[in-house]
């Protein structure tokens, strides 16, 4: 059965994660755990002056997520009333980075499943803080759901390489579940920096290449100077429905938040983003 986590602060943006993940996933037997991570901070004064003596800020900060959480799975279960579908309330008193870490340790998530606030033009941060810190800082696989973004088919998927890394089955499986659970086709994107590739290039790309073998895929080999603006124009014009990366020291997706970057590019992620965790080594 496959565990999914779903973090939740109750936007908008977090239910609509949680409606896509339940959708896509409609056929398959899961698990999914809903959580809240609350921390003091959260609280202002006037909610203080209005406690009773005998109430505690923890405990009223967890009352109340629990109820909203219920409220959230009851009505995702109204709307879907999947069988296959078993659904868990967790609330959180913690740092959201270690909450979210912890969690997925102890319960053996295969996947977070988050919202985004996303993108509209140059200026504009991309992702929300805490789903841009669970993509750099957790081990889990994430995929991480724009706002507004409702589920369709997923028919074509974009991975980005530069065939530095050496990418092992298991950091690829997320890539590779996903494309068989949809019949979905993988096109590889490489952007060139030299005119051929090195042998450790070509060992990496043979090894992407057997872990890939019974999904279809392409590779494709890009010229570029705007990695970001390809990236963009490429999911465009090729209505591609899921970009993935691997999250990584020096990464495309580190650059990616890097604030500077952020802030002039006008890099509008607009479909499912999902950030696997290469931790082989290069």
Do not use: W
Request: net charge neutral.
């Amino acid at each position: 059965m496959k565990r999914i986590l779903l973090p939740t602060d109750f936007s908008k943006n977090s239910v609509n994660a949680i409606d896509y993940a339940v959708r896509m996933f409609k056929d398959v037997a899961c698990e999914f755990f809903v959580i809240n991570i609350q921390k003091a901070s959260t609280f202002v004064s006037d909610d203080l002056m209005t406690m009773s003596s005998s109430a505690t800020i923890y405990q009223t900060l967890i009352d109340a997520a629990k109820k909203s959480i219920k409220n959230v799975i009851n009505s995702v279960v109204k709307r879907h009333g999947n069988n296959l579908h078993i659904f868990h309330s967790i609330v959180d008193y913690d740092n959201f980075i270690d909450g979210i870490n912890q969690i997925c340790e102890s319960k053996q998530i295969d996947l977070i499943v988050m919202g985004t606030k996303g993108a509209s033009g140059v200026g504009k941060v991309i992702f929300g803080s805490n789903t841009a810190r669970v993509m750099q800082r957790s081990n889990t696989p994430v995929l991480a759901i724009p706002n507004g973004c409702n589920f369709k088919k997923i028919e074509r998927i974009v991975f980005t390489s530069n065939y530095t890394s050496l990418y092992s089955e298991k950091e690829l499986r997320p890539l590779v579940k996903i494309s068989n659970m949809f019949n979905s086709k993988i096109d590889v994107l490489h952007f060139n920096e030299d005119n051929q590739l090195t042998q450790k290039q070509e060992n990496n790309k043979e090894l992407l290449e057997s872990h890939l073998s019974n999904s279809t895929y392409d590779f494709l080999d890009l010229e570029s100077k705007d990695i970001f603006k390809t990236v963009q124009n490429y999911i465009t014009f090729n209505d591609i429905d899921i970009l993935a990366m691997m999250s990584r020291k020096r990464s495309f997706l580190e650059r990616l938040f890097a604030r500077h970057l952020v802030e002039t590019v006008a890099f509008n992620i607009n479909i499912p983003f999902l950030v696997m965790q290469n931790t082989s080594g290069d």
